[in-house]
């Protein structure tokens, strides 16, 4: 079993619909991570938590510690949101620094 | 622009030739990860440095090597280049300490697309 599991593995959306990617995880952190790659494209960094909850414009992610889980929402979803978003955490102690992934999520929004 | 710059986009090697990839960051960031990211496999850890002279192996390290002379510069050598080792590799930099720091966040490189033929 993966330390990140992502779901779904994929997702088609119509604009303007609300999306949920789930990431649940299996080690302690000190850190989780949303990332987001286009096809063909680099990686970017969404957010970064390590616990509650953080907004950033259509964007919204959540982190539950107790439960070892974290969501991403994207509200009114757009053509241009189509992605691979990519869920990785910095495990607790010494290791953090170092990121663990999931295997993302590919995210097609139809206009 | 302040970021991470990898050289070369794309390269080409044959079976047994060695070659370096640049990774570059103007960022002060202490800490420096080198990822390959193969279909299926999602993105894995090859090698990472937590500061000028450290190095540290990840995942995958085998047939890699890195260095760490200045805080800026973290080049990956494939020492004998193998047709598994055909993959897309990104470099990443991020502030090491204060995990919990609000801005403790990752850069990663446009990345470097590699055949082994």
């Known amino acids: 079993k993966n330390e990140v599991e992502q779901s779904p593995q994929n997702l088609t959306a119509q604009e303007g619909e609300f999306i949920t990617i789930n990431c649940s995880y299996s080690v302690g952190i000190s850190a989780l991570h949303w990332l987001q790659q286009h096809p063909g494209g680099g990686i970017v960094s969404l957010f970064m938590?390590?616990?509650g909850k953080k907004k950033h414009g259509r964007l919204i992610a959540t982190i539950n510690i107790q439960e070892k889980h974290s969501s991403l929402h994207i509200t009114a979803s757009h053509p241009r949101d189509s992605a691979v978003y990519i869920c990785?955490?910095?495990?607790?102690?010494?290791?953090?620094?170092?990121?663990?992934f999931g295997q993302g999520t590919i995210l097609t929004v139809h206009p | 622009n302040a970021g991470v710059t990898q050289t070369p986009k794309f390269q080409v090697l044959k079976t047994g030739q060695s070659m370096t990839l640049q990774c570059a960051q103007d960022?002060?960031?202490?800490?420096m990860s080198w990822y390959r990211q193969d279909p299926g496999m999602g993105l894995r850890l090859i090698h990472y440095s937590v500061g000028a002279g450290i190095t540290d192996q990840g995942e995958v390290p085998n047939g890699y090597n890195v260095s760490r002379s200045t805080t800026e510069d973290f080049p990956l050598r494939l020492l004998s280049a193998a047709p598994s080792q055909t993959s897309v590799y990104f470099c990443a930099s991020s502030y090491f300490a204060q995990p919990y720091r609000d801005n403790y966040g990752y850069t990663f490189g446009s990345g470097t697309r590699l055949t082994v033929v």
């Open positions: 990785a955490v910095n495990a607790g102690g010494t290791s953090y620094g170092k990121l663990t």
């Open positions: 938590l390590s616990s």
């Open positions: 960022m002060n960031h202490e800490y």
